[in-house]
């Protein structure tokens, strides 16, 4: 009989076949000439590669500890995999975020465009774009025969990501830009594979406007039973949503208090509104231009990397390479992190989404997010995984969880501050409205979602029970987010429940975590050690996180 190391392993190459767009992603190769099937025959036949697979761990005993703790790991995450599948999810996945209509689009930021090969695997996948599309109208006509009709918001909203890709906006579209460098001897081939990806988008567009609006969801609340289910898969563990809620008012309170310090030092008698003006007008945190903030990042992260190294983290030679990279447009706004291949032949990277038309960008607000997507955030979180041989594949490359990768992201930044990376109160401050704005979501999110009331001496609409209309104005007034980038997360929470609290409730429970440790372990207590050993553990959920840390030692 195989082991549970020997199935997980399998079970990576069988998802790969059945979904090779996230073949891609993850960098394995063979599939970058292949498209996934996104009819809900095709949703169909990646849940029956999970459901064998999560049999065959299910009949087989572990053999070790490593080997309890991945079949720990696989049966929590494939196990939630199958309910959002049975639950009919899978197939009304449409958001502005993180749903197929992205992933079709997305999956050639990471192809390789070194040789004539790699660019007749992009025209072979051009010319698939048009049937991936379908299948994604086939899945969302048939969840809406059942009930499962995604909000009237994400189909606007994904319609417009739809038009920009297509070039209705009144500039080139992705595609056109996509095959610009494209060796001569394919450009005939790779032309027509652009205009028909571009058709298709634009048809797509034409559909969510003209065929689902109507039978779309008004209510962008998901409800108790929904919320739930998506809160379970991107934290990993069943919490109790009101005791979150009622936390995330205490944390917000916490930082706001703490942020005024930093203002009163950096602007005495200001507000916070009033002190990021001045920072925003102070040209010590100024950079003029995309490439010079390409590179402004860049350098950033290079320093990162080469100061943490050996001092406070181990990090091989293999992820020393990090990439800072703008975003194409038409996604929505903010930062991403695309993890490296498995054999790190395509580095790490991290994109920039930027609003149309902005060239000058305010740094202080920016650094502490180079950290969280960079180093010690996502790159040396997600990258130490898939360097870890002692992992199986799908904890390598599948096991990611929002609650414990974002968590750490976000414990990531504060930690900078605490090894003396954050000394400049201006970039402290930055830092400081980022924490702000990750326990805004804990509210907004649960309180949007679950229709909550907001309790009293909040000094926000007291008594009232949440509405997106008080999501946006919350946001807006309390925290000193860039409006845009507000108007976007809106829409992102409504459409990807349960998603935004993974970063803050994930934070508060590696600190927990870490102290657990340190109180445990006494003067012995090493925090680089500590470190070391959480980050080879791989992705997992919170609660397996937390039983994996309590056997460190």
């Avoid at 196990?79 to 599948?85: A, K, T």
């Avoid at 209509?101 to 004539?116: I, K, N």
């Avoid at 470190?531 to 553990?537: Q, W």
Wanted: charged share 25%.
């Amino acid at each position: 009989m195989a082991s549970v190391h020997e199935i997980c392993n399998q079970f990576v190459d069988d998802f790969a076949a059945a979904h090779p767009l996230l073949a891609t992603e993850l960098g394995i190769p063979g599939y970058d000439d292949q498209m996934s099937d996104y009819s809900p025959e095709g949703h169909a036949a990646r849940a029956a590669v999970e459901r064998r697979a999560l049999a065959a761990v299910a009949q087989t005993d572990a053999a070790d500890p490593a080997e309890r703790a991945a079949k720990a790991v696989f049966t929590e995450r494939i196990g939630l995999d199958l309910e959002i599948h049975d639950a009919g999810l899978d197939s009304a996945s449409l958001n502005v975020i993180a749903s197929p209509v992205q992933e079709v689009r997305m999956a050639f930021d990471l192809m390789p465009t070194e040789t004539e090969e790699q660019w007749a695997n992009i025209s072979a996948r051009l010319g698939k774009v048009a049937t991936a599309l379908d299948g994604v109208r086939a899945s969302l006509l048939a969840a809406a025969d059942k009930g499962n009709a995604p909000a009237l918001r994400q189909v606007t909203k994904v319609a417009e990501q739809a038009e920009t890709w297509a070039g209705l906006k009144g500039e080139k579209g992705f595609f056109e830009n996509l095959i610009a460098g494209a060796p001569e001897a394919l450009h005939a081939e790779l032309e027509h594979g652009a205009r028909s990806a571009s058709e298709a988008y634009a048809e797509l567009a034409g559909f969510l406007r003209a065929e689902l609006a109507p039978r779309a969801r008004t209510k962008d609340a998901v409800g108790e039973d929904a919320y739930r289910l998506w809160s379970r898969y991107f934290i990993g563990a069943a919490l109790d949503p009101r005791e979150a809620y009622a936390w995330g008012w205490e944390e917000f309170s916490r930082l706001e208090t703490e942020m005024h310090a930093v203002a009163a030092r950096l602007k005495p008698g200001a507000t916070l509104a009033e002190t990021a003006d001045a920072l925003d007008a102070d040209p010590r945190y100024r950079v003029q231009g995309r490439k010079q903030f390409e590179r402004w990042m860049q350098d950033l992260s290079d320093n990162a990397l080469n100061a943490l190294r050996g001092k406070h983290f181990e990090i091989p030679d293999e992820l020393m390479a990090l990439e800072c990279k703008i975003a194409p447009p038409g996604g929505g706004a903010g930062a991403y992190y695309t993890g490296p291949s498995e054999d790190f032949s395509r580095p790490g990277r991290m994109w920039w989404s930027l609003p149309p038309g902005r060239d000058e960008f305010s740094t202080w607000r920016e650094v502490s997010t180079v950290y969280h997507e960079g180093v010690p955030g996502h790159h040396l979180q997600i990258a130490t995984a898939v360097y870890e041989r002692s992992l199986n594949r799908f904890q390598r490359l599948l096991a990611f969880t929002s609650g414990h990768g974002e968590g750490w992201a976000l414990y990531a930044e504060r930690l900078m501050q605490d090894l003396g990376y954050l000394s400049d109160d201006g970039n402290l401050f930055g830092m400081l409205s980022e924490q702000l704005f990750r326990a805004g979501r804990v509210l907004v999110d649960f309180g949007m979602h679950l229709e909550l009331e907001i309790p009293a001496g909040t000094g926000f609409h007291e008594g009232s029970r949440w509405t997106p209309e008080l999501g946006l104005e919350f946001m807006l007034t309390r925290t000193i987010t860039d409006p845009p980038l507000v108007h976007d997360e809106i829409d992102r929470y409504l459409g990807w429940p349960g998603q935004a609290p993974a970063y803050k409730l994930g934070e508060r429970l590696w600190l927990e975590a870490r102290e657990d440790a340190r109180r445990r372990q006494g003067s012995s207590f090493d925090i680089k050690d500590f470190h070391t050993k959480a980050l080879r553990l791989g992705g997992m959920g919170l609660d397996t996180l937390r039983q994996q840390l309590s056997e460190l030692d």
